[in-house]
């Protein structure tokens, strides 16, 4: 299965950015135009349903956003969000409706589709995050390989050069990442597979398999 596909990772019905991805077989396409597109989408959305407390930045009127959360544009939190304490949006995030943004926790360059969580001191850069996809406390995307090559994924025999400098990780949808696990440069978790907490995951986790580590990864069981 090539799991690296657009429409196997995600349900596009489930975020505003659906349009960014018409065209595109891999979704580490839609990253350079990220910025752009919230730009874009911004000026569009309706003003009886999104606040514009900064320039470039939209908040939906049923999001929670803290005090301390700092918001840098372009970004659009969708409705029912939560963005919480000391929270640092460093701009091109687009985070879906009913998403979490917990305390301590960075993003850049993203998507959160609707219903995904990065609730404790999660970092999440240059990477897609699916519907209800959750990243458990501590877990982070690395997006820059130590030696500024560009990144490429491994699957099946196969080398994808995404011919990105800074690429994290795609999770698909309903994907559980464990607590304080690294997902390295050009991570692909399939939809509904399950990472073990304290993992370093490289390359491509098909779908609904368990990644307990590289040696031991195997099929989910029927819930």
């Not at 917990?102 to 360059?109: D, I, P, Q, T």
């Not at 995951?201 to 990644?211: D, F, L, M, N, T």
């Amino acid at each position: 299965m090539d799991v690296c596909r657009t429409e196997v990772l995600f349900d596009l019905s489930h975020t505003l950015a659906a349009p960014l991805f018409e065209g595109k077989q891999r979704p580490w396409e839609v990253l350079d135009e990220l910025k752009g597109f919230i730009e874009k989408l911004g000026k569009s959305l309706p003003a009886e349903e999104y606040d514009q407390p900064v320039p470039d930045v939209w908040v939906a009127k049923t999001a929670k956003v803290a005090p301390s959360a700092s918001l840098t544009g372009p970004c659009i939190i969708g409705p029912g969000a939560e963005v919480r304490h000391c929270a640092f949006i460093r701009g091109s995030a687009l985070v879906g409706a009913g998403a979490v943004v917990g305390n301590s926790v960075e993003l850049k360059n993203c998507i959160l589709f609707d219903g995904a969580q990065v609730p404790h001191f999660n970092y999440v850069g240059d990477s897609i995050l699916g519907y209800k996809a959750h990243m458990g406390a501590g877990a982070v995307t690395s997006n820059l390989k130590s030696d500024k090559s560009l990144v490429c994924i491994r699957q099946e025999g196969e080398i994808l050069m995404t011919g990105r400098k800074k690429l994290g990780a795609l999770v698909g949808d309903e994907a559980e990442v464990g607590c304080n696990s690294v997902l390295c440069p050009g991570s692909v978790l399939g939809r509904r597979c399950q990472i073990y907490p304290t993992s370093c995951v490289r390359g491509v986790v098909a779908p609904e398999h368990i990644y307990k580590d590289a040696q031991h990864i195997v099929p989910r069981t029927v819930d």
